[in-house]
């Protein structure tokens, strides 16, 4: 089994930054990729990016120049870093592993961007 940790959310004024981490334990084999998604209220749960073990990144639109998704492959951490944050970011966002055995999800950080 694998598990994902993710930390970092919070309460953030529009412009502003945060950054996401996410944690993961257990066997890391066969791991294709790690990535974020997010689900808003009301809304179906959508990509936000994606890094493969390759290191090659890809990120929805909406989010392209904004954020930054990296790695700590000693850590087997992921990190999202946000930045220019918008009201329509707010989202709960989940953490994501896939692996050529299947897919692993976190329980998810809330990010709220108000003011």
């Known amino acids: 089994q694998v598990q994902l940790v993710e930390s970092g959310g919070g309460l953030v004024q529009p412009g502003g930054s945060l950054r996401l981490s996410c944690a993961a334990s257990g066997s890391m084999f066969s791991l294709k990729a790690m990535g974020w998604y997010r689900q808003a209220p009301g809304k179906e749960r959508e990509l936000v990016a994606v890094?493969?073990?390759?290191?090659?990144?890809s990120y929805a639109d909406s989010v392209k120049g904004r954020f930054t998704i990296s790695r700590d492959n000693a850590k087997n951490t992921v990190y999202l870093q946000m930045n220019s944050l918008k009201p329509e970011d707010t989202a709960v966002y989940y953490c994501?592993?896939?692996?050529?055995?299947?897919?692993?999800w976190g329980q998810g950080t809330q990010v709220t961007v108000s003011s």
């Open positions: 890094i493969t073990v390759g290191g090659s990144t």
């Open positions: 994501n592993a896939d692996f050529r055995r299947g897919a692993f």
